[in-house]
């Protein structure tokens, strides 16, 4: 299993650009498919990014485009780059490894966009 801590969150403007990292520990990470979820105050968790133990990528609509996940398996680290972000891109950025029977969570990164 692999333990997960968030960092690169901040204060952007719109527009602005903003990469996170996701640095795992513990055994295995180049097994884990990883995802990054966004959950805003109030409101349910949401998906934004996915990356297998290949390279194919997933992104919802909301942020296809502009986010792009990476992962460097020799760093053992995930990353989102996020570019022309907006107001509702404002949320605590979560990292998640998966596989086929367990997943785990990092603590979260606050990203705050505004002017």
């Known amino acids: 299993q692999v333990q997960l801590v968030e960092s690169g969150g901040g204060l952007v403007q719109p527009g602005g650009s903003l990469r996170l990292s996701c640095a795992a520990s513990g055994s295995g990470f180049s097994s884990y498919g990883m995802r990054w979820f966004r959950q805003a105050p109030g409101k349910q968790r949401e998906f934004v990014a996915g990356?297998?133990?290949?390279?194919?990528?997933n992104y919802p609509d909301s942020v296809r485009g502009r986010f792009t996940i990476s992962r460097d398996n020799a760093k053992n680290t995930v990353y989102l780059q996020m570019s022309s972000l907006k107001p509702e891109d404002t949320a605590v950025y979560y990292c998640n490894a998966y596989d086929w029977r367990e997943q785990f969570w990092g603590q979260g990164t606050q990203v705050t966009v505004s002017s």
């Open positions: 990356i297998t133990t290949g390279v194919a990528t």
